[in-house]
């Protein structure tokens, strides 16, 4: 054994290069597998709402009947010719011919041609209902589609100004994988632009923001690879806003860990040896912390799984792969990263190297010792007044209106499916094109025939009967005199509704009439789009009141094993629901009174909860393990104030970081991203500068020892911390 001077240090400092070295080998491998595949996601996405439903949903059963009957799973696309003057016999009778050219557009269902043209009552339109394949491939037919009527009305005689749209479900499915289309670049780009223009005004350095990024962006490789393979093998369902949640949160959380294992890493700088014992005492400071938080956070997002809607279900793996991720990357490739560059990685701000150059408070900005006096001197006067403001801000929460919005509000920027529904409203019943589908037994078909015919809100139905060649009329066409189609003793009704499809009103027509058929004739199911959509409401709304509950009782058992206190995670469980609560009442009220909207998804307030709630306990982990670590030290409220004056910047940062990845999200032209972006933006930057710099410590400063019951630091002296309090209030005034 070598005993020479220095030759303990040597060895470990060997150790710890070989460490990082393996560490940059096996993160370039993963990147480069993990980098391309970023842009094949789509390929294992769905964004159709009906496969977000549970199979116990009425309306994922009567799909799953509706099959048997079109010989194959279809959605339908509605093919709009508008004309500003009535079309002549003459030139309906050409269209004819288009409907021959769009059943054989690519991706078309061959089991049931194209129906049409159907003239409108005042003869200034026609339509088709073509039935598109469901898939991923929904996309490029209803581009066929739209070309193809495009290019036929401009060679057909038709009057000027004839105009042609391509809606209905498959239409709307379409337009939303293009909105969507942006997630591959668009939002990556936008979220990493924020992050860096953030982390270099942050450390005022030319290297170090590129570190922490490409610590974001390795972990993000990572996480798509696993998340890729498991879409891929069907064990989760990917959809398009788990994607794009799926990179904000990976950027988002990584770049805090990473700030907060930079901070530790920095102060080490100034008391270590060398650079390997400063990147040593950093993991010792922050591996906890962050291990704790990441830990919380996947933990919450799997409470997801206990969801009824399946979407929901596949983001708790897939946000919980990336919080690992992240986690993963910030603990093993960042200190790899600045053991190799050191000091260098600061640059041009190296820290000083010499520990009597950094006394106490020298590193701690001044705002914060300033706060730190406040709180000190009137800790029950500061947090009144931060739960004041937060309690106002919560008064908004009545006003949020998230019962769900129409389909046609889904898509904020432009959209042809959105535009031929308001024309297709102009000429025929505003149900056109998504029936309510009803399958029922067929000695009662008579019965349900005429009970949904009698339904206020239906302005026809049909029974979809048999043809001479045992084929299958298209849904659109009405019954004849033909025997009715059986399949296992079932037969298939379709009902036009007179109101929007995606209305509050058709809901509740739907709502009716499920409940008069399920009274005269037990087992019938009441499907279709209007009941897709009714379903998604409610299962939405039965998650948020019985996950929230689970995710609270978890992060509070994380909170608990953690501070080793049973008052202090109560205490702070309560800020984060109190800050969760003002995010969106605020929220409500700019949704209503600012930008317009319709109203917001139901699942809104759940996935602003889920993130809110772990993300804030981030900030309350980050916080009250540093300051449980002064405690130790120094008793409990000069250790509040430490713990603040020494996490109150990364805090921050970390917070303006999340928030502005979160923002990013609203480059993405759907309103539930768009709400989500504002709701964990605004309730972060609430979180970060009201909750976890003013409410949380000087509540705890005002508690006292307390806090800490039952644990051993609950049951310390009280006129010793008290005087330690007087002392670190001397300290911070001055």
Request: aromatic content about 6%; glycine content about 10%; proline content about 5%.
């Amino acid at each position: 054994m070598d005993k020479r001077p220095g030759a303990g240090r040597r060895s470990s400092s060997r150790l710890w290069l070989a460490g990082a070295v393996l560490s940059l080998v096996a993160w370039m491998v993963v990147g480069g597998i993990g980098g391309p595949t970023f842009g094949k996601l789509s390929e294992v996405s769905s964004n159709d709402q009906a496969s977000f439903l549970p199979a116990s949903a009425e309306s994922t059963e009567a799909r799953q009947w509706q099959s048997k009957f079109t010989s194959g799973g279809s959605v339908p696309a509605v093919v709009l010719i508008e004309s500003p003057e009535k079309l002549s016999p003459v030139q309906l009778a050409g269209l004819a011919s288009l409907g021959t050219q769009l059943s054989a557009v690519d991706g078309v269902s061959h089991s049931t041609s194209a129906a049409g043209p159907i003239p409108s009552a005042d003869g200034k339109a026609a339509q088709f209902i073509v039935p598109v394949e469901e898939g991923n491939r929904v996309k490029g037919s209803i581009q066929a589609l739209r070309a193809m009527a495009t290019g036929y009305v401009e060679g057909a005689g038709l009057p000027a100004g004839t105009t042609t749209y391509v809606t209905g479900p498959a239409g709307f499915l379409a337009d939303l994988v293009n909105a969507f289309g942006g997630i591959d670049g668009i939002l990556l780009f936008a979220a990493l632009g924020a992050v860096l223009v953030i982390l270099l005004a942050v450390y005022r350095s030319v290297v170090l923001p590129f570190v922490v990024l490409l610590t974001a962006v390795f972990a993000l490789c990572g996480s798509i690879l696993v998340v890729f393979a498991l879409a891929k093998a069907g064990a989760i369902q990917l959809t398009g806003q788990s994607q794009g949640i799926l990179s904000i949160l990976v950027v988002g959380s990584a770049t805090d860990y990473a700030l907060l294992f930079v901070a530790r890493y920095r102060e080490a700088l100034g008391h270590a040896s060398n650079k390997w014992s400063a990147v040593g005492r950093a993991y010792k400071g922050s591996f906890g912390a962050i291990l704790a938080s990441g830990t919380t956070v996947a933990l919450a997002l799997l409470c997801l799984l206990f969801s009824e809607l399946n979407s929901n279900r596949g983001l708790g793996p897939i946000g919980a792969i990336g919080i690992g991720f992240s986690m993963l990357a910030s603990l093993t490739l960042l200190p790899a990263a600045l053991g190799l560059l050191g000091r260098s990685a600061f640059w041009p701000r190296t820290p000083n190297k010499s520990p009597a150059a950094n006394p106490a408070n020298s590193d701690i900005p001044r705002v914060w010792r300033i706060l730190a006096s406040i709180i000190a001197k009137r800790p029950k006067a500061v947090w009144l007044s931060a739960a004041a403001i937060l309690v106002v801000c919560a008064s908004g929460l009545p006003q949020l209106q998230a019962s769900g919005v129409p389909e046609s509000a889904l898509i904020l920027g432009k959209s042809e499916a959105v535009d031929g529904q308001a024309a297709l409203g102009r000429h025929y019943p505003a149900g056109a094109g998504s029936p309510v589908v009803v399958v029922a037994e067929e000695k009662a078909a008579a019965v349900v025939l005429a009970e949904v015919k009698a339904q206020e809100g239906i302005s026809d139905a049909s029974v979809v009967a048999a043809q001479p060649d045992s084929g299958v009329r298209p849904l659109a066409e009405p019954a004849t005199d033909a025997a009715p189609l059986v399949r296992d003793g079932r037969v298939l009704i379709n009902a036009t509704l007179s109101s929007e499809a995606d209305s509050a009103k058709a809901e509740q027509t739907v709502a009716t009439l499920r409940q008069k058929l399920h009274d005269k004739a037990p087992g019938t199911l009441v499907g279709g789009t209007t009941a897709t959509a009714a379903d998604t409401n409610a299962s939405a709304q039965s998650d948020l009141w019985r996950i929230i509950p689970i995710v609270l009782a978890v992060i509070l058992l994380v909170l608990m094993a953690l501070l080793r206190a049973v008052l202090a995670p109560l205490l702070l469980i309560g800020t984060v629901v109190l800050s969760y609560a003002a995010a969106l009442g605020v929220s409500a009220w700019v949704f209503n009174h600012v930008f317009g909207f319709p109203g917001a998804d139901a699942s809104v307030p759940l996935f602003g909860f889920v993130f809110l709630v772990a993300l804030g306990v981030d900030y309350n982990i980050f916080l009250m393990t540093r300051v449980r670590e002064e405690s130790m030290l120094s008793g409990t409220r000069a250790g509040i104030l430490k713990g603040l004056g020494a996490t109150g910047g990364v805090i921050t940062s970390a917070g303006v970081v999340l928030a502005a990845t979160f923002a990013a999200l609203g480059v993405i032209p759907i309103l539930f991203l768009a709400q989500i972006s504002f709701i964990v933006a605004f309730g972060v930057l609430l979180d970060t500068t009201i909750v976890r710099s003013l409410l949380v410590p000087a509540l705890s400063y005002d508690i006292g020892r307390r806090i800490w019951w039952p644990g051993r630091l609950g049951h310390g002296s009280s006129d010793e911390d008290q005087a330690m309090g007087e002392t670190q209030r001397a300290a911070t005034a001055s």
